[in-house]
């Protein structure tokens, strides 16, 4: 086993060319299947919180009942900030062990609750769970998965969020029908779905070894280099033969610099401003699209076409299938055509169908069946444009950091995310006026397509390298020089 002391003096390492060079096995899979639940979890407690089967048993009003969803996303921005910083500390497993064992035994107990107030406190805690798991995930993902995948597998894990809004809709249909089950255990019932698979996926996620990139710019390359033997051995015995990797492919390591806050600020500030921007004008313009979409959709439909509050979850269906079905469909583009056209592609024509909708919707001319079928075309290309948002800010930053960027910019998202509903709500008012709405839809139409212009102009292409080769570790050696803060173009 390894120390601290190993890296100080530089050592060379085939650490990351090894994992990258790996043909896609069941050892991928297992990564897949075990990391991936984390957004069908949050899916699902978003749509079984929605839905408010517990607000008259609990004496709840909708005003309350709004603030239990905000009390879960003040959680995940607080869990994602403070887990992102002690991911990137101690380890990627530690965390995706801890954080899956905070949302499930608060989402348990949360199903337990007597009162609101202890309604909100184990809410908020589930939401610190889910939001740590968002940092923890993505950051596993990226390095345990070969780079010539990673687009693909990143992208379609994200949208898997919309699996999960699916599976709670289609529980609420069963656990909030009072001929089915009693009013008063229903909505209990559901908040224990969530902990009953993760606890599956708790076991599986023991078997999934620590990040060797991790391991190997922490001081413990031989650790490091161990974990790659064991992952090569068993690849190897599914009858895979693998190639040598050359020695020009080797990294020098060193001893990484402590990260201060300071420090971390100058990286993303001065060293990285250009990828700074770019992550954040993704993330925000994503966030506020979709929180203003979403949180309005039976709203819309109520108001403006009549479709009755009971009635709206079949409207949701294809809506949720359509974002499950755009990442699995668009994101191996993402590692073929490109990052940067695809990111353009995705969001401007998430942008324009949106625009389009918006005039059709302002002239009359949309039934709630159509309008929703414009929402499911326009989201069939945002779910990945979304997806990519998350793609992109893990991977264009140090190693050393990955964690503490997507927590900043998730928060930052979130923060953007949280005003929409209120606007957008606002805009819809009473469904006598669609003036308002159309300005609305017009403006959600435009940053989308300005997040897809920032990102052609200021992205990387990224597809198929190496995470150390679109940004140096902070432990690498000084043998070459890392590359400048501009887009690499193709």
């Known amino acids: 086993m390894s120390t601290t002391a190993e890296t100080a003096t530089p050592r060379v390492s085939l650490v990351p060319s090894r994992m990258d060079r790996l043909p896609w096995t069941k050892f991928h899979w297992s990564v897949v299947i075990g990391l991936g639940v984390s957004w069908i979890l949050d899916g699902l407690e978003i749509q079984i919180v929605s839905s408010a089967g517990f607000q008259s048993t609990l004496h709840m009003s909708s005003t309350e009942v709004g603030v239990t969803g905000t009390v879960y996303l003040i959680g995940q921005v607080v869990g994602a900030l403070f887990f992102g910083r002690l991911t990137d500390k101690i380890g990627r497993k530690k965390l995706f062990i801890i954080t899956l064992a905070v949302y499930l035994v608060a989402s348990g107990i949360a199903g337990l609750s007597f009162s609101m107030w202890f309604l909100f406190l184990f809410r908020f805690i589930a939401g610190l769970g889910i939001g740590g798991e968002y940092t923890a995930i993505n950051s596993?993902?990226?390095?345990?998965?070969?780079?010539?995948?990673?687009?693909?597998?990143?992208?379609?894990?994200?949208?898997?969020?919309?699996?999960?809004?699916?599976?709670?809709?289609s529980a609420n249909l069963f656990l909030l029908n009072p001929d089915v089950i009693s009013q008063s255990w229903g909505?209990?019932?559901?908040?224990?779905?969530?902990?009953?698979?993760?606890?599956v996926i708790i076991y599986l996620r023991r078997h999934i070894p620590e990040s060797p990139r991790w391991l190997m710019t922490h001081g413990k390359l031989d650790e490091a280099e161990q974990t790659v033997d064991a992952i090569e051995?068993?690849?190897?015995?599914?009858?895979?033969?693998?190639?040598?990797?050359?020695?020009?492919?080797?990294?020098?390591?060193?001893?990484?610099?402590?990260?201060?806050?300071?420090?971390?600020?100058?990286?993303?500030?001065?060293?990285?401003?250009?990828?700074?921007?770019?992550?954040?004008?993704?993330?925000?313009?994503?966030?506020?699209?979709?929180?203003?979409?979403?949180?309005?959709?039976?709203?819309?439909?109520?108001?403006?076409?009549?479709?009755?509050?009971?009635s709206t979850s079949y409207y949701f269906f294809p809506f949720a299938i359509g974002n499950l079905i755009g990442p699995l469909v668009l994101g191996p583009f993402f590692d073929t055509i490109g990052r940067r056209k695809m990111i353009?592609?995705?969001?401007?024509?998430?942008?324009?169908?949106?625009?389009?909708?918006?005039?059709?919707f302002s002239a009359g001319s949309l039934t709630a069946t159509t309008q929703t079928i414009f929402?499911?075309?326009?989201?069939?290309?945002?779910?990945?444009?979304?997806?990519?948002?998350?793609?992109?800010?893990?991977?264009i930053f140090p190693l050393e950091l990955r964690g503490q960027a997507i927590s900043y910019f998730f928060a930052i998202g979130q923060v953007a995310g949280a005003i929409a509903p209120t606007v957008f709500g606002s805009l819809v008012g009473d469904g006598t006026a669609r003036g308002p709405l159309v300005i609305g839809y017009y403006f959600g139409s435009a940053i989308m397509i300005i997040g897809g212009l920032v990102a052609w102009f200021f992205g990387i292409n990224s597809e198929g390298m190496s995470l150390e080769d679109i940004a140096d570790p902070l432990s690498k050696g000084p043998s070459s020089d890392g590359p400048a803060d501009e887009p690499v173009r193709s």
């Not at 990226?142 to 699916?166: F, H, K, M, Q």
């Open 344 to 360: 353009l592609g995705t969001y401007g024509f998430a942008g324009i169908v949106l625009a389009v909708s918006a005039a059709l």
């Open 140 to 169: 596993a993902i990226d390095e345990l998965i070969p780079s010539r995948y990673r687009g693909r597998v990143d992208i379609a894990v994200n949208g898997t969020y919309w699996g999960g809004a699916a599976l709670g809709a």
């Open 375 to 395: 929402w499911c075309v326009s989201f069939f290309f945002a779910s990945a444009g979304a997806s990519s948002a998350y793609l992109t800010v893990s991977e």
């Open 233 to 310: 051995a068993q690849v190897e015995r599914e009858g895979v033969t693998l190639e040598p990797v050359p020695q020009s492919r080797a990294m020098s390591i060193v001893e990484a610099p402590k990260l201060s806050f300071s420090v971390v600020a100058g990286i993303f500030l001065k060293k990285y401003p250009r990828r700074t921007f770019l992550g954040f004008t993704m993330m925000v313009t994503q966030s506020f699209l979709y929180n203003a979409i979403f949180f309005t959709y039976a709203l819309v439909l109520h108001n403006f076409y009549h479709i009755s509050d009971s």
């Open 187 to 199: 909505w209990r019932l559901g908040f224990f779905i969530g902990p009953v698979l993760g606890l």
